[in-house]
């Protein structure tokens, strides 16, 4: 979990912005007319009316050359957002009166600061800034130039330039020093646990063939009468139950087998089941073909559920983003299809530029940092938001992986089941991880072989990769070094998305979906049992085999005993199935073990044989 939120947060790329440095000055005789409304306001209301960022950084402009919102300068500390989203701008210009022209660029910030800020409110006609008969609103006032005020495009797209507008590539290092933790953690336990696990004897099979090899080398793990029995299908097992006053009749006999035991079955505390009683349990030899869904029971209804609610959850989103799309559409083509001059003003560069450049900027491209559009922002400056940035930055790809999973679980056991289904029609070495040697190989990578391992390990970063695009978040740093004893530094977080990349993720996922539905149908037609996984089916095939020759082991009809033939698997040759002839063993473990060779024995308790013993 920390591994999957912080992986894609360590490092990327962050937008600075620095305040305007173009600063000109023009003295006027009289300020504009909005101007003069903004200092009328001002004295109407009272002093809270100036009280912003804005107005301290044009008053210290004027006074110093220098546009800067350093919260030191004069003591301030409110919120700075509106101000913020001004410095996309390149050029401050300054209108000055009379009274104000020997004040205005002759002062440093550090000689300003705490100075010239008016407290008094009892003064008439007192502005919050003033010098002498010069005074912020009634004789000074700023415009800022350079930003595309149509309210489509941004400011990075303006004709007139912008201000200082940089991209560095960030490192949080928060994020660095836990993932390394993380990482650390995780390379620690798995060295220490291969050092362990060396010179041990395993105890975990991770492959069917492991399961083979370990009931071969321990016959008590055998399931004999079973060679035909499919995975998950019933099978006979021997209960023991222990009579008790409370439910028990007078006189009641419990069963020997377990098939019925007659009375108190739902007092289970008092049973002992043997699910491994070797009791016989024949079976007619006919081609099964069931699918994977039919084996999987629960669990399937389970992946299906998450799988159809994650697609139709990003189906429902696309759709809606796509009818937003095409109502941006009417509302562009409503618009510039007007004659030039009945085209408003603040659409008339938006319809030179076009209308894919007008959705791109509304709606996102592929996402990303350049090609994104923003859905929101978060808190500024806040903990919180750096938290929630990476919840909403990785949240999607957290999610892909445990539909992910599933995917692989699924073809995992296709991909198990078709190898154990060969060995019904051709001789073969197991892939074995309990025991190396030459009847055995080990040729998969992860477990899966490589024409199924590529492309879904391609899949899957491809996917991972657009889900990142499709939301994400985008930081943007204001950064004011003007006062260098009091430097500051503001930082938000965006939350972005793109469209072109939300609908391919989707495109993607419906396709997953589909692949996990065709691998829910998956069938393998044959005599030899469905395996899927089941440890059972495995140890009931292993009754008649006594090594693992070079050119590996086969599947087949082993021969008549007594009333019931058997099948299973054999170093020599095997014969065919006969079709409706009934399946089963001969049920007798002394029989059994009279067949078997000399065994010696070995660390841990085990036996093994001694033909076997050669190719470990």
Not at 120 to 142: M, Q
Not at 150 to 155: C, F, H, I, Q
Request: proline residues 3%.
């Amino acid at each position: 979990m920390p591994v999957h939120f912080l992986a894609n947060s360590v490092i990327g790329p962050s937008v600075y912005f620095q305040p305007p440095n173009n600063v000109t000055f023009y003295p006027v005789d009289e300020l504009g007319y909005q101007q003069r409304s903004h200092y009328n306001s001002s004295l109407e209301y009272g002093f809270e009316r100036n009280e912003d960022a804005g107005d301290r950084a044009c008053w210290l402009a004027f006074r110093t050359g220098v546009y800067s919102i350093s919260q030191s300068t004069f003591g301030h500390g409110d919120d700075l957002i509106s101000e913020l989203e001004d410095w996309t701008t390149n050029i401050v210009a300054i209108n000055y009166t009379e009274p104000c022209n020997e004040y205005a660029k002759t002062a440093s910030i550090e000689n300003l600061r705490g100075k010239e800020f008016n407290t008094d409110y009892t003064v008439p006609n007192a502005t919050l800034f003033s010098v002498g008969e010069c005074g912020y609103a009634r004789n000074v006032a700023c415009s800022l130039y350079g930003n595309d005020n149509n309210g489509y495009y941004p400011s990075n797209e303006s004709a007139d330039g912008v201000g200082q507008k940089m991209c560095r590539l960030s490192v949080r290092m928060s994020a660095a020093i836990i993932l390394a933790g993380c990482l650390t953690i995780k390379a620690a336990y798995m060295i220490t646990i291969m050092l362990r696990a060396r010179k041990r004897i395993k105890t975990q099979c991770l492959t069917f063939g492991d399961v083979i090899a370990a009931s071969t080398l321990d016959t008590s793990l055998q399931i004999r009468n079973e060679c035909l029995v499919n995975a998950f299908d019933g099978h006979r097992h021997q209960v023991q139950h222990t009579c008790h006053p409370k439910h028990c009749r007078a006189g009641a006999e419990p069963s020997d087998t377990g098939d019925s035991i007659g009375h108190c079955q739902k007092c289970t505390k008092f049973n002992q089941t043997d699910k491994a009683a070797d009791l016989v349990h024949p079976a007619i030899a006919i081609k099964y073909k069931k699918s994977l869904l039919a084996n999987l029971g629960g669990n399937a209804v389970t992946q299906m559920g998450i799988l159809m609610i994650s697609s139709c959850a990003m189906f429902g989103i696309s759709l809606m983003l796509a009818v937003y799309v095409g109502i941006s559409a009417g509302d562009w083509k409503e618009e510039c299809h007007l004659p030039p001059e009945e085209i408003s003003t603040g659409w008339v560069d938006t319809c030179h530029k076009g209308l894919t450049h007008y959705l791109k900027y509304k709606h996102g491209y592929f996402g990303g940092f350049d090609t994104a559009a923003e859905l929101g922002n978060l808190a500024i400056n806040s903990l919180n938001s750096e938290i929630q940035a990476f919840a909403i930055s990785n949240g999607a790809q957290l999610l892909y992986s445990v539909l992910y999973i599933l995917l692989i679980y699924n073809f995992t056991l296709i991909t198990m089941e078709h190898d154990w289904g060969k060995l019904e029609t051709v001789r073969d070495r197991l892939r074995c991880t309990l025991v190396h040697g030459e009847g055995f190989k080990q040729s998969y990578l992860l477990q899966l072989p490589k024409r199924v391992l590529y492309p879904m390990m391609g899949f899957s970063a491809l996917m991972h990769w657009l889900l990142g695009q499709s939301i994400s978040t985008k930081e943007t740093i204001w950064s004011d070094n003007a006062d260098r004893s009091s430097p500051f530094e503001a930082s938000r977080y965006d939350i972005v998305y793109g469209a072109y990349a939300i609908w391919l993720s989707t495109v993607l996922m419906l396709v997953q979906t589909g692949i996990c539905w065709w691998a829910f149908t998956y069938s393998r037609e044959g005599f030899m049992p469905q395996m899927y996984g089941s440890i059972r089916a495995c140890c009931a095939a292993t009754t008649e085999l006594k090594t693992f020759p070079i050119t590996g082991i086969q599947w087949g009809d082993l021969g008549e005993r007594g009333k019931f033939r058997h099948a299973g698997f054999s170093s020599d040759e095997v014969e065919d199935i006969h079709p409706a002839e009934l399946y089963c063993g001969d049920g007798s473990e002394e029989e059994e073990r009279k067949r078997l060779d000399v065994t010696e024995d070995v660390p841990g308790g085990l036996k093994r044989r001694t033909l076997f013993s050669n190719n470990l």
